[in-house]
């Protein structure tokens, strides 16, 4: 992709161009990228914010949101492959295995809490944390071994949120429980499965269709989402949003 200038991103996702009155640190954030397939046809899984949020409201999203540094401490069932952990540590910001590790876990768990879906291996979980308190009861314990980094995206600066967002991706087969009544907290509104063609064309954030075509372009030479591949990362550079590989 080439470079863009400031002024062509304020163009872009108009609702969430409006500037906040002072400049804002990103937070680190996380979202998952849940796939199927129906023949040749993958599906993701995409779901629609309630129109009275002030982040994005009435967009079609991926399930994520902001990283709790607590969810470091949750034990795994299996921990994240290793090229993926160096990946994921690498890049500007540089983070510690341990910081890696509760982002990648903040996807499980948003994944969890927006649509009911939890991703591990069943069996015995434990933890104090009520967060993760739906693993518990459903006995499964969360896994980060089918994760895959496949891309990262800084919001630019003066918008009403920030996140330094690192998008994961999983397939429907590595979710053990499937709650039939969704997430507990209702932030999606409509949980839905689209062809991944469908899904681009989707009330989304062009950042997500931008995510969306090229996790296409990397399915398409790696359909198995294999550990270690490029991840495109998407950040705002001397005012131009740029698109770099980590």
Not at 35 to 57: I, N, Q, T
Not at 88 to 98: C, D, E, H, N, Q
Not at 107 to 134: C, H, K, M, S, V
Request: proline share 8%.
């Amino acid at each position: 992709m080439e470079a863009m200038t400031k002024a062509d991103v304020d163009k872009l996702d108009k609702g969430l161009a409006a500037h906040s009155g002072r400049p804002l640190r990103p937070r680190d954030a996380a979202t998952l990228i849940l796939l199927d397939r129906k023949g040749d046809e993958v599906l993701v899984l995409m779901g629609r914010r309630h129109a009275g949020h002030a982040f994005m409201p009435g967009k079609f999203v991926f399930p994520g949101g902001r990283t709790d540094p607590a969810d470091s401490r949750i034990p795994v069932a299996a921990p994240l492959h290793r090229e993926e952990e160096a990946r994921l540590a690498s890049g500007p910001g540089r983070v510690s295995v341990v910081r890696a590790r509760a982002i990648a876990l903040s996807a499980i768990r948003e994944t969890y809490e927006e649509a009911g879906l939890l991703i591990g291996r069943n069996g015995p979980f434990a933890t104090a944390r009520r967060d993760w308190q739906g693993f518990v009861e459903h006995g499964v314990a969360p896994s980060l071994e089918v994760l895959r980094f496949v891309a990262r995206a800084i919001t630019p600066p003066n918008r009403v949120r920030r996140f330094d967002t690192r998008f994961f991706s999983a397939w429907r087969d590595d979710v053990a429980v499937e709650l039939p009544d969704g997430g507990p907290t209702n932030e999606l509104e409509e949980l839905v499965w689209l062809p991944l063609a469908d899904a681009r064309k989707a009330d989304i954030p062009d950042i997500t269709r931008m995510i969306l075509e090229e996790l296409e372009k990397r399915l398409v030479h790696d359909p198995l989402l294999r550990p270690g591949g490029a991840v495109p990362f998407f950040r705002l550079v001397r005012n131009r949003f740029v698109r770099e590989v980590l």
